[in-house]
Antibody
Framework: QLQLQESGPGLVKPSETLSLTCTVS??????????WGWMRQPPGKGLEWIGH???????YYNPSLKSRVTISVDTSKNQFSLRLSSVTAADTAVYYC????????????WGQGTLVTVSS | EIVLTQSPATLSLSPGERATLSCRAS??????LAWYQQKPGQAPRLLIY???NRATGIPARFSGSGSGTDFTLTISSLEPEDFAVYYC????????FGQGTRLEIK
């Protein structure tokens, strides 16, 4: 059964770069029929798509975050990663990774999520 | 950007009742619409994809319908574990989520 697990610092200082990794088990990030995505959810609010990546490295980003986001994939480690630069308090959220069909029609499954707080 | 508007924001019903949740798109998304359920402290779970297809393991009481700009998630007879927040998501133009409908126990 495919499982995803986010990892990374839970606290990031303002203006610094948030870095998270999603480790995939029970399946391979190299499968061409899937993309691998990141979403976030500020406390008490709704879901926001951040972006996604193919195993070959093609990336697709939310236009509102595009200037600050980098998503990469490491097929040798079966992981993909998120970097979000110049963070502010508004970037405080639970960050989720998930598998996305190539058609983009659904995210399934999701990781459990990790809370990242931006604070000095 | 396609905006998804979910209604109502909150729906108060009792177990055994029928729930009808709406998701309206600002422009056509064809049938590229998914529904997710999220319980407190948990990640979202896929319920419905391509507007009307149930995901693996999802009970038959959950059904989806619609195309174009108007979509509906129906729960035929509410179970206690169904009270949660529900989100719709489209991928026709970029990817966006609706703001959610909270289904609470009356």
């Amino acid at each position: 059964q495919l499982q995803l697990q986010e990892s990374g610092p839970g606290l990031v200082k303002p203006s610094e770069t948030l870095s998270l990794t999603c480790t995939v088990s029970g399946g391979s990030v190299s499968r061409s029929s899937y993309y691998w995505g990141w979403m976030r959810q500020p406390p008490g609010k709704g879901l926001e798509w951040i972006g996604h990546i193919s195993y070959g490295g093609s990336t697709y980003y939310n236009p509102s975050l595009k200037s600050r986001v980098t998503i990469s994939v490491d097929t040798s480690k079966n992981q993909f990663s998120l970097r979000l630069s110049s963070v502010t308090a508004a970037d405080t959220a639970v960050y989720y990774c998930a598998r996305l069909t190539v058609a983009g029609t659904r995210f399934d499954p999701w990781g459990q999520g990790t809370l990242v707080t931006v604070s000095s | 950007e396609i905006v998804l508007t979910q209604s109502p924001a909150t729906l108060s019903l009792s177990p055994g009742e029928r729930a009808t949740l709406s998701c309206r798109a600002s422009q056509s998304v064809s049938s590229y619409l998914a529904w997710y359920q999220q319980k407190p402290g948990q990640a979202p779970r896929l319920l419905i994809y391509d507007a009307s297809n149930r995901a693996t393991g999802i009970p038959a009481r959950f059904s989806g319908s619609g195309s174009g700009t108007d979509f509906t998630l129906t729960i035929s007879s509410l179970e206690p574990e169904d009270f949660a927040v529900y989100y719709c998501q489209q991928r026709s133009n970029s990817i966006t989520f609706g703001q959610g409908t909270r289904l609470e126990i009356k």
